[in-house]
């Protein structure tokens, strides 16, 4: 690295500088802004530092803050661009910046000041704020003394090492595996499927067809796929991913060991701040009271479910037996039976479908229905990236800025698997300069890419995927807070955060809405009203089994949580799960939780159940939109701004459980999501 070169990575003048940042940039920027944070952090700790808040960010927030955007713009592409180089630079910073924050998470001194300050003098969004950091202050450690606050320092810098592996090892695991089928073995995989993997092959000098176990590969494979022994080996290949059961040497993967000690590490962490488990601890910030709370809940819907799953698996297996000769199927077969079933009984395939769903048509649409719900306009904008793919935007109102976000929608190699939004900074009312500082998010997906120079296609699924991570970035842009710890998705408690992607999801089964993003890849037409009825007539198809499928991982990683002698053998305890809700049973050889990123390295320890928790949120609040549309069936727009002043805007300023009652007027009700569902 030139010694005079500026870092990109110290560039706070604007937009991160993606496309400069390098490897080596990453030691000495980090160094930097920690060198800058422990400066602040020495100063406001002094004893003559006054205890005002004002104070406290203008000296330490705003290092802290640059810090946090410099670390989030190194962890993003170490998600979306990883390489040797800047997995070696992330793991080589990671111990430092995590046993800062745990510092400073820590900080008597600091903890002393917060409580000082004066409730009185501040605003609303500031009080919840403290709130919030007092609480944190404690789960941080701060009222520990001695060799217990060592050991607590000790456990989150070793916790943070190994969700780092765990990543890594899934990563890997993942890119790692191909398998280059013949023309017999891709019978019956969508043509652009086969396409794709035929060009893969080819760029590699191979013959055939490369399958891997990315989703836009391994999904259609397992759905259309004819071949059963290719189904078979791609099913055994996935579900074993960075697991004991793995082929040859990816046995070096196995994320068992990284598990138990994580789940060790955790239980530790929980006796220490005084709690039974960890789940105890994981539930103090978040809407749920108790793990038994959840529990109770998660059996309750279980209960009400497990009759639709059982009815959906029965009807799965006589279609089986009857029109496909498979009299005893395997777990390799069941997405393949699905797809030919819901074909016949509604007279469609998600291949038919997704012709429609060209990505820049869907895009279109989901601006369209946007900014006629929320009142802005969405333009392109443009800033650094970190991939040719990657398009920026801007989301106004009356001519006034509100909000950025990146959009990364195609899957690739060195890039993580999934869909999240990330934010890249927050909107605050900026103590240095008096400044507002306006929401930037990161919307990342992975979707198959466009082949033979079409544009992207889209399952009905994956524009599902997409309004929800956009829900996670209205909630992130559109808020109205000036206080960087509470606006935006900042501060809200963790089981309501999904409330606002998963609410986006219903309007993809609105006609109103989904006609106006489709167009045929080939002719242009747009979806047809009997091919949308068909679609609708088949949009609760397996919920009761897809019900109990997410039953069962919430339920598994709360009893993980809240059993710590469980921890020794996890497998176990999965598969007792499985016998009280589950309806179809993996292979013993099946090691899910071997890439349950979620729990081991996403943040949803002891809190997979949000998911759920926060549709009970959702399906209400749309209820709400059910309840004023217009006669036509279009959305009312009053309602629309009722939502987004009630709950959008508000982001973390107040408890989660206020702003649903702000705008509905009353507590959610499980009605609406069992009625959406067809389970009611």
Wanted: net charge negative.
């Amino acid at each position: 690295m030139n010694a005079t070169a500026p870092n990109p990575l110290l560039d706070f003048s604007g937009l991160p500088l993606f496309d400069q940042i390098r490897p080596e940039h990453v030691g000495p920027a980090v160094d930097t802004l920690l060198a800058g944070a422990e400066k602040a952090l020495s100063e406001v700790t002094q004893p003559d530092f006054p205890a005002d808040w004002a104070a406290l960010a203008r000296t330490l927030d705003v290092a802290t803050e640059r810090l946090g955007r410099a670390w989030g713009a190194v962890s993003h592409l170490n998600a979306v661009a990883d390489t040797p180089e800047l997995r070696a630079a992330y793991n080589d910073a990671l111990p430092k910046v995590t046993e800062f924050y745990t510092r400073l998470g820590s900080d008597e001194r600091l903890y002393a000041k917060y409580k000082a300050i004066d409730p009185a003098s501040l605003n609303d969004e500031q009080r919840q704020a403290r709130t919030n950091a007092l609480r944190g202050f404690v789960l941080g450690g701060a009222e520990l003394q001695g060799a217990a606050k060592d050991r607590f320092a000790d456990i989150q810098a070793r916790a943070a090492e190994l969700g780092q592996k765990f990543s890594e090892n899934a990563l890997d695991a993942t890119d790692g595996y191909a398998y280059y089928a013949n023309d017999e073995e891709v019978a019956g995989i969508p043509h652009d499927v086969q396409d794709a993997a035929r060009a893969a092959a080819e760029a590699e000098g191979q013959p055939g067809y490369k399958l891997t176990l990315k989703l836009p590969s391994y999904l259609p494979a397992m759905q259309f796929g004819t071949h059963r022994p290719l189904r078979e080996r791609l099913y055994r290949a996935y579900v074993t991913r960075a697991s004991d059961f793995a082929d040859g040497d990816a046995v070096k993967y196995d994320n068992a060991p990284v598990i138990r000690e994580i789940l060790a590490l955790r239980q530790e962490e929980a006796q220490l701040l005084g709690y039974a488990n960890f789940g105890e601890v994981s539930l103090v910030p978040k809407m749920a009271e108790s793990p038994q709370q959840v529990i109770d809940f998660l059996r309750n819907l279980a209960g009400k479910a497990k009759p639709f799953a059982e009815r959906d698996l029965n009807d799965l297996r006589a279609y089986a037996a009857e029109k496909l000769q498979l009299n005893d199927p395997q777990a390799w077969d069941w997405a393949y039976i699905g797809e030919q079933l819901k074909e016949a009984r509604y007279a469609f395939s998600e291949q038919e479908v997704k012709q429609y769903f060209p990505a820049p048509k869907v895009l279109a649409g989901l601006f369209k229905i946007v900014e006629t719900l929320f009142e802005v306009a969405i333009r392109k904008d443009s800033a650094p990236v970190w991939h040719p793919s990657v398009e920026f935007y801007r989301i106004e109102r009356g001519g006034q800025l509100l909000g950025q976000f990146y959009l990364d929608p195609g899957a690739r190699a060195g890039k993580r698997g999934g869909a999240w939004m990330d934010d890249v900074r927050a909107r605050w009312l900026r103590p240095d300069t008096g400044a507002l500082q306006t929401p930037v998010a990161q919307l990342v997906c992975n979707f198959a890419e466009g082949v033979n120079g079409k544009p992207p296609l889209l399952t009905h699924d994956d524009v599902t995927t997409l309004f929800h991570e956009f829900g996670h970035g209205l909630h992130h842009m559109l808020t109205q807070v000036n206080e960087h710890d509470v606006s935006g998705i900042s501060g809200v408690e963790w089981d309501a955060v999904e409330l606002p992607s998963q609410f986006m999801e219903n309007f993809c089964w609105e006609w109103d809405v989904l006609r106006h993003m489709t167009a045929h890849v080939d002719t242009g037409e747009p979806l047809s009203r009997a091919l949308f009825d068909k679609m609708l007539a088949a949009k609760n198809y397996q919920a009761g089994m897809q019900t109990v499928r997410q039953i069962e991982f919430a339920l598994f990683d709360m009893r993980l949580h809240t059993e710590p002698a469980r921890a020794a053998d996890f497998q176990k305890l999965l598969e007792e799960v499985r016998d009280e809700v589950a309806v179809i049973h993996p292979p013993a050889f099946n090691r899910m939780a071997n890439t349950f990123s979620h729990i081991f390295a996403g943040g949803y320890a002891a809190g997979y159940y949000s998911y759920k928790w926060a549709e009970v949120l959702s399906a209400d609040a749309y209820a709400a939109f059910e309840e004023s549309a217009h006669p036509d069936g279009s959305p009312n727009v009053e309602t629309g701004r009722k939502y987004r002043q009630a709950i959008l805007e508000a982001g973390g300023s107040r408890p989660a459980m206020e702003s649903f009652k702000a705008f509905r007027g009353r507590e959610p009700s499980l009605d609406a999501l069992l009625r959406h569902q067809g389970m009611a």
